[in-house]
């Protein structure tokens, strides 16, 4: 079965460079959320998306922007990285409206800040 | 908001035994309650969730039970594997973002 996609799979930036991360997200699936996880720490929320409409959002910084496309793909903006901002990028995807909340990871993003 | 708690943070168990691992959340409203698997470097796994309708769910050698009154949920592993090893995250949810615990770091020794 199809999963969940991202790209780039590693990044490497360095500080105050920006970075885009890309999710698409498992056929027929309409809504996208985007996760943060540190070294030994559990996933922080940072933002959802229903059928292209922001529709959640958690600790994401002002720095950081995402949004979901006619294709139900959605990206991570990130600008002015930060050497905390280092750290396992997750998309997971869900179908929103008959299995709500029910979300299937892909297989991250390493981002690296040096 | 919403906060979870989770324990033990770490489980060493022998192959074959069971193990038990349990949360706690704050928010009465939460509906939806999913444990997720994650091997090291890689994405967490759903392998079991349950929602507030339901005190009960099983799935061969995995169990998950719901007590809405006390905010607890806890997950139980039967005939513990080696594979098995991994950590594991409980979550809760009211409007889809999940929250997770702290995590449980599981070891089955052979």
């Known amino acids: 079965a199809a999963g969940v996609i991202q790209s780039p799979r590693h990044l490497i930036k360095e500080k105050r460079e920006t970075a885009t991360l890309k999710c698409y997200p498992i056929p027929r699936h309409d809504t996208v959320y985007w996760y943060q996880q540190g070294p030994g720490q559990d996933p922080q929320f940072l933002i959802s998306f229903y059928e292209k409409m922001q529709s959640d959002k958690g600790s994401i910084p002002d720095r950081f922007s995402a949004q979901q496309f006619s294709d139900y793909h959605s990206e991570l903006n990130m600008s002015s990285l930060e050497l905390g901002d280092s750290a396992l990028y997750f998309c997971a995807s869900s179908l929103g409206a008959q299995r709500p909340y029910e979300q299937y990871f892909g297989p991250g993003t390493r981002l690296t800040v040096t | 908001g919403e906060n979870v708690e989770q324990h033990p943070s770490t489980l060493s168990v022998q192959e074959g035994d069971s193990a038990v691992i349990k949360c706690t959340y704050s928010d009465s409203a939460s509906n939806y309650f999913p444990w997720y698997k994650q091997e090291l470097g890689k994405r967490p796994q759903l392998i079991i969730d349950i929602r507030s309708n339901v005190g009960e769910k099983k799935d061969q050698r995995i169990a998950v039970t719901l007590n809405k009154t006390a905010k607890h949920f806890s997950l139980h592993i039967t005939e513990t594997q080696p594979e098995d090893s991994a950590v594991y995250f409980c979550?809760?949810?009211?409007?889809?973002?999940?929250?997770f615990g702290q995590g449980t770091e599981l070891s089955v020794k052979p």
């Open positions: 979550a809760a949810s009211i409007t889809g973002k999940l929250i």
